[in-house]
């Protein structure tokens, strides 16, 4: 699918005053459970995209695996982290199943102000903390068809003990809950079919974009 950008050197020869690159800077913080395929989702945002960039967090929690370095996240120590709090660094931070997660606030400034799509993921106490500071940034949060279903994808994964399996259910179904009272997202979107929830995420962001380089103007 075609980046709205590309068409934006047809539109300026017939307006007066369009959005800048810079006016055109949004910060998007997607939210959901685990399990609820948000990764996935954010990926596919980040990818279709053209002037979009991921928000690598610095995080204490163990590196798995499947974890890339400074892809997935910045893996420090809790000292290290604590000095980033210490230096008021962060946009925001959360403790998040007793691990800490954190978003550099230079690195997303700079970013905004070369008018990128900045994308977090991040859960929902962080979300609060952003939208407290930068009441333009967009919230989506990801929903599950059900919390059936949910339980049933989180079994799925097999990556985790059944009693593990039964505490991030519940986790889930208090991280919905807040999402919903929080009044900090703007969209909520079911993820029935992954592909089709990636191409509605790509819609809603883009929408999201305009309207909000409209209001820049
Ligand atoms: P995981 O360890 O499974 O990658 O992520 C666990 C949770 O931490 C997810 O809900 C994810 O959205 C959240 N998370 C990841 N990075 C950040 C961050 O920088 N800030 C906050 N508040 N949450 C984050």
Redesign the pocket.
């Known amino acids: 699918m075609p980046d709205q950008t590309s068409s934006k050197s047809d539109a300026q020869a017939h307006h007066p005053r369009l959005p800048t690159d810079t006016d055109n800077g949004l910060l998007l913080m997607i939210?959901?459970?685990?399990g609820v395929g948000?990764?996935t989702i954010t990926r596919g945002v980040e990818r279709s995209i053209a002037d979009s960039v991921f928000?690598v967090?610095?995080?204490t929690?163990a590196k798995t695996e499947a974890d890339v370095e400074a892809v997935?996240?910045h893996f420090i120590s809790d000292e290290e982290f604590q000095e980033l709090i210490d230096n008021n660094a962060f946009l925001?931070?959360?403790d998040?199943?007793g691990?800490k997660?954190?978003?550099r606030k230079k690195w997303v400034d700079e970013q905004l102000s070369r008018g990128r799509l900045v994308i977090?993921?991040?859960?929902v106490?962080?979300?609060k903390q952003v939208k407290a500071k930068m009441p333009d940034a967009f919230g989506l949060f990801v929903l599950p068809p059900s919390e059936e279903e949910l339980h049933r994808r989180l079994k799925n994964r097999k990556r985790e003990s059944e009693e593990l399996i039964a505490k991030r259910f519940a986790e889930a179904k208090h991280e919905i809950a807040e999402a919903k009272s929080s009044g900090v997202y703007d969209q909520f979107l079911i993820n029935e079919n992954l592909d089709e929830a990636i191409v509605e995420a790509i819609e809603k962001v883009r929408t999201a974009r305009r309207e909000h380089a409209m209001n820049s103007q």
């Open positions: 939210s959901g459970p685990s948000k990764t928000s967090s610095c995080t929690r997935d996240y925001e931070w959360a998040v199943f691990k997660y954190g978003t977090l993921e991040i859960d106490e962080g979300a």
